[in-house]
């Protein structure tokens, strides 16, 4: 599967589970991945898009943390320096900061992090 349909499948699950724990509606995309014409890419990045910034954001505070920040990955695919210069910076600011491979993964992570088992929401 892509990283595309991974992140899909993960928010399937999230809006399935909204119900369960209401903290779900709150996970939100960054529109960082994707192939972009020019003139589109140059109008995101002064609009303020930067690169290496994760793929999902959960600014719900459990755990100690602000809020969660998850790099979804698949197959053997590995940060980038600017995902992980972002993952440190932000993980030094408070926030839980995580790289998943898969919906799977990233779904048991933000279950735990909502101080669920991932079993109540079928995984």
Not at 42 to 49: D, I, N, V
Not at 82 to 103: F, H, I, K, P
Request: aromatic share 10%.
């Amino acid at each position: 599967m892509s990283e595309h349909t991974e992140q899909a499948a993960l928010f399937e699950w999230a809006a399935w589970n909204q119900s369960k724990d209401a903290a779900l509606n709150m996970l939100y995309a960054v529109p960082n991945g994707g192939k972009r014409d020019k003139v589109t890419a140059a109008r995101m990045k002064r609009e303020g898009l930067k690169a290496g910034v994760p793929d999902v954001v959960l600014p719900v505070a459990r755990m100690g943390y602000h809020g969660f920040y998850l790099e979804l990955k698949v197959g053997k695919n590995k940060t980038s320096a600017e995902q992980a210069a972002w993952l440190t910076a932000l993980a030094a600011e408070g926030y839980l900061v995580d790289v998943s491979y898969g919906w799977q993964e990233a779904a048991h992570k933000i279950a735990r992090y909502l101080g669920h088992e991932p079993k109540e929401f079928g995984l």
